[in-house]
């Protein structure tokens, strides 16, 4: 044995009563579980944690993570590694970097600069999927990357690769070279496909093209996540339109970050949730994630109408130079609510600037549009648009829109699992990127009781390995491998605010991959023990 935790609460990920035990570690795979109950030696170790006062759980999976860029950016990543996260799901909102070929490259990286960095100090070398995997594998000079990764197709990406930017339908060879391409994606590991339906030109998809593609999913076993087309008005409409479209496809489906946000939303989660129940009581395949807080975060960009968007970046700043196209795009947004923005119309003073890519702008973060307008003696659009301009529609945000009701009532049903929607970039990023596990375990479980212990972790661990297919991962159990986080369950909570959003949680002194220290005694190491996780078959 490498290491043994003597005498602790263990919390194995299936929801049943925790119970007391020593857990012995050989291989990077846990290999012995004695209960306090079992009679026999108590197995030995080079190394023995103390577990008294705490619980040993199933590393953390981040179901909606967005650090594509940041695992071969920053070796530490303690954002996810600090806080038990010892599995991300990339790849997210239909966006990401790969497949790409050298145009699609370029615009991807300007499209998403807000939540990724326009990636200027990375090596962009892959241009598959197979060859990103690759990449994460091989990160840090072949050492590996701080957590595991796992990786969705981004169907807008393969969208922009097959047809541009066009809104329009695609022709039957435009479908043909999609599914050619979720499927080699597919072949080489990736684990489902996600879309961003608010976000250009994944959009531009009808649900015939989307079906398509789901049932190339469906056919290697894996699933959709959509970013749906609409959390605001029309959110149960966009919610039941992925259920119908992936049971014709005969997909399973993740609902990402599944919100009910917007002020014609309050209150409304119980009828997402009887939808969500018709559906998995007439058989169909789902879950979803959510992270524990009220505002959401996107680019400012996000919040155009889709047309306004068709053309791609370039185009977009054109428009917004023009001051006939830039009218248009103010009355959408401002009188009859942009697709951009849900279909509501968009309320200045619930967008808080979080970051910017160009330092001379770092004036406006922390504030409102609205709050900057009234400062500059203009009005919110004037404001907005400027940014958007000057920034190289880089800006991201903070949306002040959800509720709290709705977020207590979704985290509790049964097919619910754990997501930071973490955006690491920007100088006021959200708090949910260094917070979410340890609020979820702080704040819902011992402050507010929403949800039991065993509970919560089922949520955050098994449950989510459930989905992703994951035959040795998310449960302690002998044999699996020793993906693990020790926590104080009476103290683990969150230390990010939205005032000090990159502040360490507390009360997680100890997070293994492989059985090797990534944090010890409250620190980061050096441990470098992260690799691509690819799709198991079936």
């Known amino acids: 044995m490498d290491t043994v935790v003597r005498d602790v609460r263990v919390i194995d990920g299936t929801g049943t009563p925790s119970y007391r035990a020593d857990v012995a570690l050989g291989g990077g795979r846990i290999a012995e579980i004695h209960r306090e109950t079992d009679a026999g030696p108590r197995p030995g170790a080079a190394r023995v944690v ?64 807000g939540w990724n960095g326009d990636g200027s100090d990375i090596d962009f070398s892959w241009r598959t999927v197979g060859e990103y995997l690759d990449r994460l594998d091989h ?147 789902i879950t979803l994630d959510t992270y524990p807080y009220t505002p959401g975060c996107t680019t400012l960009v996000a919040m155009l109408p889709s047309w306004a968007s068709e053309g791609g970046p370039d185009a977009i700043l054109d428009r917004l130079r023009d001051d006939a196209a830039a009218g248009r795009i103010r009355h959408v947004m401002e009188v009859e609510g942009a697709d951009g923005c849900h279909g509501v119309p968009i309320e200045w003073d619930t967008i808080e600037i979080s970051g910017v890519s160009d330092p001379a ?4 973060v922390g504030r409102t549009v609205a709050e ?34 709705n977020v207590r009532a979704i985290m509790r049903h049964r097919v619910h699992t754990g997501g930071s929607d973490g955006i690491l970039q920007g100088h006021k990023p959200h708090p949910r990127a260094y917070g979410t596990f340890p609020k979820y375990l702080g704040t819902y479980v011992r402050e507010l009781g929403v949800l039991s212990l065993e509970e919560c972790v089922a949520h955050l661990t098994g449950r989510a390995a459930a989905r992703l297919r994951l035959p040795d991962r998310g449960l302690v159990r002998e044999g699996y491998r020793a993906d693990l986080v020790l926590f104080d369950p009476d103290t683990v909570a969150a230390g990010s605010t939205f005032d000090a959003p990159r502040t360490l949680p507390t009360g997680v002194p100890h997070v293994l991959i492989d059985g090797r220290f990534v944090i010890e005694d409250g620190r980061r190491t050096d441990v470098l023990a992260g690799r691509s996780v690819r799709r198991t078959r079936p």
């Open 372 to 405: 900057s307008a009234r400062e500059r003696g203009e009005e919110p659009w004037t404001t907005a648009r400027r940014l958007l301009v000057e920034d190289r529609l880089g800006s991201t945000i903070l949306q002040h829109v959800g509720h709290e009701e």
């Open 50 to 113: 103390d577990g008294a006062g705490l619980a040993l759980s199933p590393g953390f999976i981040d179901m909606h993570a967005h650090s594509d860029l940041a695992l071969l950016r920053d070796p530490s990543h303690e954002a996810k590694a600090a806080q038990g996260v010892t599995l991300e799901v990339i790849g997210q909102d239909g966006l990401s970097y790969a497949p790409v070929d050298d145009r699609t490259l370029a615009e991807v990286r300007a499209q998403i600069t």
């Open 361 to 364: 702008l770092e004036g406006y």
């Open 139 to 285: 990160g840090f000079a072949g050492q590996g990357i701080a957590v595991n990764a796992a990786y969705l197709i981004p169907q807008g990406t393969v969208r922009m690769l097959a047809l541009g930017w066009d809104d329009r339908a695609a022709t039957p060879d435009e479908i043909a070279r999609m599914r050619q391409l979720v499927a080699e994606g597919l072949e080489q590991g990736a684990v489902g496909l996600s879309s961003g339906l608010t976000y250009t030109p994944g959009m531009y998809a009808d649900d015939a093209e989307l079906t398509e593609l789901c049932r190339v999913v469906a056919r290697y076993g894996g699933y959709y996540c959509p970013h749906h087309r609409s959390y605001g008005a029309g959110a149960l409409d966009a919610y039941e339109e992925m259920v119908g479209l992936t049971r014709q496809a005969g997909c399973a489906l993740h609902l990402a970050h599944a919100t009910m946000n917007f002020g014609v939303n309050k209150g409304r989660a119980p009828e997402l949730i009887a939808l969500l129940d018709r559906a998995l009581e007439s058989g169909a395949d």
